[in-house]
């Protein structure tokens, strides 16, 4: 196995999830400033107390193109961009079992994360110095308790997950829980988490290709 060609697939996935992130963004913002636009023009002749009331015709479309769809799509682009990280941690396991001929294929076990149990088959077999991983995959933890409540709850936390997402949200400007606790992703949150997965990725995969001399 070559890691390189790992390296180069995680970052052909990372650099598609950018651009499409970016594409979207860019689409919503430009779809929002035509209906401004045209709502302007409509408005034109009109005196100020009756455009006051004709913009209450166009507000809800103008709420949900700046508000509701933004955070539709990017609570989508960012479970997508969790399940990509599920898949090549998984091609990780795989690839580094059949390469240095590990004694054990990565096989799922009980109801922990997937994620924590990959990282243990992975640490369990090279030896990875304990702080090159910490800060991003504590990150990368907080971010999974993110794409749990987006997909088993309507980006609600659990009572056992507020507190844990309240703090890891209060520092960021791009994330934060709403008047009902529901997740609102702004413009910048799911690129900020594509970072750290980068990160995430590009650490991992400089820990093994440190081992594998020793390992093969």
Not at 29 to 43: C, H, I, K, M, P
Not at 114 to 135: C, E, G
Not at 179 to 204: C, K, M, P, W, Y
């Amino acid at each position: 196995m070559h890691l390189d060609m790992l390296k180069s697939r995680i970052h052909s996935d990372l650099r598609d999830m950018k651009e499409i992130v970016e594409m979207s963004e860019r689409l919503l913002t430009e779809e929002g400033n035509r209906l401004v636009g045209r709502v302007s023009q409509e408005l034109e002749g009109f005196s100020g107390t009756e455009q006051e009331f004709m913009k209450g015709w166009y507000s809800v479309g103008i709420h949900r193109l700046d508000k509701v769809f933004p955070n539709i799509q990017r609570r989508a682009l960012f479970t997508t961009a969790m399940c990509m990280t599920e898949s090549n941690l998984l091609l990780v396991c795989a690839m580094c079992q059949r390469a240095f001929d590990l004694p054990h294929v990565f096989k799922k076990k009980g109801n922990q994360r997937i994620i924590v149990q990959v990282l243990s088959y992975l640490q369990s077999n090279f030896a990875m110095r304990p702080k090159a991983l910490t800060l991003d995959w504590e990150t990368l933890q907080h971010y999974w308790t993110l794409r749990n409540c987006l997909v088993h709850n309507d980006g609600k936390p659990k009572p056992s997950e507020l507190k844990e997402v309240t703090d890891f949200c209060a520092p960021i400007p791009t994330i934060e829980l709403d008047q009902d606790n529901r997740l609102v992703f702004h413009e910048g949150s799911v690129s900020r988490a594509l970072h750290v997965i980068g990160l995430f990725f590009d650490t991992l995969l400089n820990e093994i290709e440190r081992n594998k001399l020793k390992i093969a």
